[in-house]
């Protein structure tokens, strides 16, 4: 587990991720770091809407020594009512997000939360190919995201007990990669082919930029990649020395 910390209001804050995540991470804590100037966010009560997540700060005694836990949702278990220390998914997601965003041009990322809600259609949680378009929300609690079956012939038959309402952070289990267009605006439609996202449109049908699965994976190579070299050349001078 990797820590990243932070001194707020002469308070050590601790913020745990299983994966080196330390934009997103440093993001988190700048944030709290700023809110603390304006509000007491030492309190049982605090929480922090951060993107699509909410952070909680959870206060710890080692002996005489007193510091903060950053506590997020538990998506794989239950995010409604759980928390864990491991905030290493909701930083993944907010990667993805802000990934998706940027590369769209996405001006103003309209707001959704993992407790907002999707329309699903059962037909679709399994399928190889679906789509997810979101439209106006109806409801408070509503991310207005509809998840599903791409042409599917019947999509204005569908009967009530065909469709789903679940909390947004359930498409961790059912498509991981869905997560990344949450905070896309109204009108947005994307297509995903198993987990991947294979299109994305905005509300005239145009055309935005995304990153694919290929894209990452390069970008994951030549990380190794300058990472491995960086690694020989210290060798090398610790040699020579």
């Given amino acids: 587990m990797i820590t990243f910390e932070a001194e707020i209001n002469n308070k ?12 997103a991470a440093t993001a988190v804590l700048r944030t709290l770091n700023q809110l603390s100037e304006k509000t007491n966010i030492f309190t049982p009560n605090f929480a922090l809407n951060y993107g699509w997540a909410r952070y909680y700060l959870n206060k710890r005694q080692d002996k005489n020594y007193v510091y903060y836990v950053v506590q997020t949702a538990d998506y794989m278990n239950d ?3 759980l928390r864990t220390d491991d905030c290493t998914r ?10 998706t965003n940027m590369k769209a041009k996405v001006p103003v ?4 939360l993992y407790s907002d809600t999707i329309l699903v259609l059962k037909e679709a949680i399994d399928a190889p190919d679906v789509y997810m378009n979101r439209s106006q929300k109806t409801t408070n609690g509503d991310s207005g995201w509809y998840f599903g079956l791409l042409n599917d012939e019947n999509e204005d038959k ?3 007990d065909e469709l ?4 947004t952070y359930e498409l961790m289990k059912i498509r991981g990669e869905a997560l990344r267009v949450l905070q896309m605006p109204v009108g947005t439609l994307a297509v995903f082919h198993e987990n991947m996202m294979t299109a994305l449109v905005d509300k005239d049908d145009n055309p935005l930029e995304f990153t694919t699965a290929d894209d990452r994976k390069r970008a994951i190579a030549q990380r190794a990649a300058a990472a491995a070299l960086q690694s020989e050349e210290n ?5 020579e020395e």
Avoid: C, G, R, W
């Fill in 12 to 23: 050590k804050v601790k913020l745990y991720s299983n994966a080196p995540l330390q934009n």
């Fill in 79 to 81: 995010a409604m009512h």
């Fill in 90 to 99: 909701a930083l993944i997601v907010q990667n993805m997000q802000v990934d």
């Fill in 109 to 112: 990322p309209e707001p959704t």
């Fill in 158 to 160: 569908h009967e009530p």
């Fill in 164 to 167: 789903i309402t679940i909390p």
């Fill in 235 to 239: 060798e090398t001078e610790k040699t």
